[in-house]
T-cell receptor, first 115, second 111 residues
Framework: EAGVAQSPRYKIIEKRQSVAFWCNPISGHATLYWYQQILGQGPKLLIQFQNNGVVDDSQLPKDRFSAERLKGVDSTLKIQPAKLEDSAVYLC?????????????FGPGTRLTVL | GDSVTQMEGPVTLSEEAFLTINCTYTATGYPSLFWYVQYPGEGLQLLLKATKADDKGSNKGFEATYRKETTSFHLEKGSVQVSDSAVYFCALLTGGFKTIFGAGTRLFVKA
């Protein structure tokens, strides 16, 4: 079974530029998560989708970050414009469904460097 | 708010040594507790979990017991191997079904 796919793996941009990340979850997984992991810290949830609806985006900086999950499968996360403090690894995860003690499966992440 | 605190790393051990990585949490209600592991060059993966007080999660020789009275979920392994070198994250699942991670503890095991 294929795992969670993310692209690109690495991205370097200058501040005020825009960037987009793509995630393809495990087939059949209804719930998709985007996390931000700053160096030396644990992952922080940015947004959680259940199918193509948003369940939780309370920690998403909505003035510059946006995310969508078309048709309840793939998802993109966009930053526009980027700031220096957005340098981090962006992790995508998926699970069969949300809630309870359902295991999340993580992709390899996209490492973003903002110069 | 809900939070997870785990011991700072790095932790450096010799092969076959005993491992303990401390994790304590603050949460309302009765969260589920997890340990995730990130091996070099790989994504995060679930190592073990416990969903209620006094439950013991175990996998690959690792164990952790959900201690409600001390709000702890310490990770232990009796004899570590070089292949256990990784970053270990303690996490909790809140009542609102949000996963909160600790900062991670890097483990180095020397041959």
């Amino acid at each position: 079974e294929a795992g969670v796919a993310q692209s690109p793996r690495y991205k370097i941009i200058e501040k005020r530029q825009s960037v987009a990340f793509w995630c393809n979850p495990i087939s059949g997984h209804a719930t998709l998560y985007w996390y931000q992991q700053i160096l030396g810290q644990g992952p922080k949830l940015l947004i959680q989708f259940q199918n193509n609806g948003v369940v939780d985006d309370s920690q998403l900086p909505k003035d510059r970050f946006s995310a969508e999950r078309l048709k309840g499968v793939d998802s993109t996360l966009k930053i526009q414009p980027a700031k220096l403090e957005d340098s981090a690894v962006y992790l995508c995860a998926s699970s069969l469904r949300g809630g309870g003690d359902i295991e999340q499966f993580f992709g390899p992440g996209t490492r973003l460097t903002v110069l | 708010g809900d939070s997870v605190t785990q011991m700072e790393g790095p932790v450096t051990l010799s092969e076959e040594a005993f491992l303990t990585i401390n994790c304590t949490y603050t949460a309302t209600g009765y969260p589920s507790l997890f340990w995730y592991v990130q091996y070099p060059g790989e994504g995060l993966q679930l190592l073990l979990k416990a969903t209620k007080a006094d439950d013991k999660g175990s996998n690959k020789g690792f164990e952790a017991t959900y201690r409600k009275e001390t709000t702890s979920f310490h990770l232990e392994k009796g004899s570590v191997q070089v292949s256990d070198s990784a970053v270990y994250f303690c996490a909790l699942l809140t009542g609102g079904f949000k996963t909160i991670f600790g900062a991670g503890t890097r483990l180095f095991v020397k041959a």
